[in-house]
């Protein structure tokens, strides 16, 4: 995350649009914890490709590892028209860990479900917010039992700063959210039932 990234905050309608996209992924692909991104970007019908794979030379890499402003990136998506598909390119070489990889296939996935076109500060708010939710939903720790850091890492399968910033948005939701929202408890439902508990 960038810092011109910080200074945005996004409108609580926007907030609301992710969460309940991201739910509705949750419920329609039928996931569970912790979630496989490529599975997901595959089950959606794009093509996930790694820069180990696809990089030939250090121009390629050069020309894929910066945005036009120099600063290091993650990962790129776009549709392809010949193929019709959404292809999703992972930057595997500048990363070190399979959570770093997962966190950036889901903010591709975010790019596109929020049908973006072009890369701005506020687009990669969305779609870093996307991930994190994807990842690690406000509704979720409570129902595994988490009490911690270091829980939502484990059980959910996330980098220790992705589950910094869910924790601190997992405890902000509990204080602070008011009345559950429907996408919420459906998530919730959902969840529950393939736990074995009963639903709401
Ligand atoms: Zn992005």
């Known amino acids: 995350m960038k810092s011109d990234e910080v200074m945005i905050t996004l409108p609580p309608k926007l907030y609301e649009q992710i969460e309940e996209d991201v739910s509705k992924l949750h419920i329609d692909l039928e996931l569970s914890i912790p979630i496989n991104p490529i599975d997901i970007a595959h089950r959606l019908g794009f093509i996930v490709k790694y820069y180990s794979e696809i990089v030939n030379n250090d121009e390629d890499f050069n020309l894929l590892s910066k945005d036009k402003n120099g600063n290091q990136r993650d990962g790129l998506s776009y549709y392809d028209s010949s193929t019709k598909k959404y292809i999703i390119c992972v930057n595997d070489i500048d990363s070190n860990t399979e959570e770093h990889d997962n966190f950036t296939i889901m903010h591709e996935i975010g790019h596109i479900r929020m049908g973006h076109k072009e890369d701005s500060p506020l687009a990669e708010k969305i779609a870093n917010y996307y991930a994190a939710y994807s990842l690690v939903p406000s509704p979720l720790p409570r ?52 736990r074995g508990g009963t639903c709401l």
């Open 143 to 194: 129902l595994y039992s988490c009490s911690s850091i270091i829980d939502i890492i484990n059980i959910f399968g996330v980098s220790v700063t992705c589950g910094e910033i869910c924790f601190n948005r997992w405890i902000k939701w509990q204080l602070f959210s008011g009345e559950i929202k429907p996408y919420e408890k459906k998530l919730m439902a959902y969840y529950k039932k393939i």
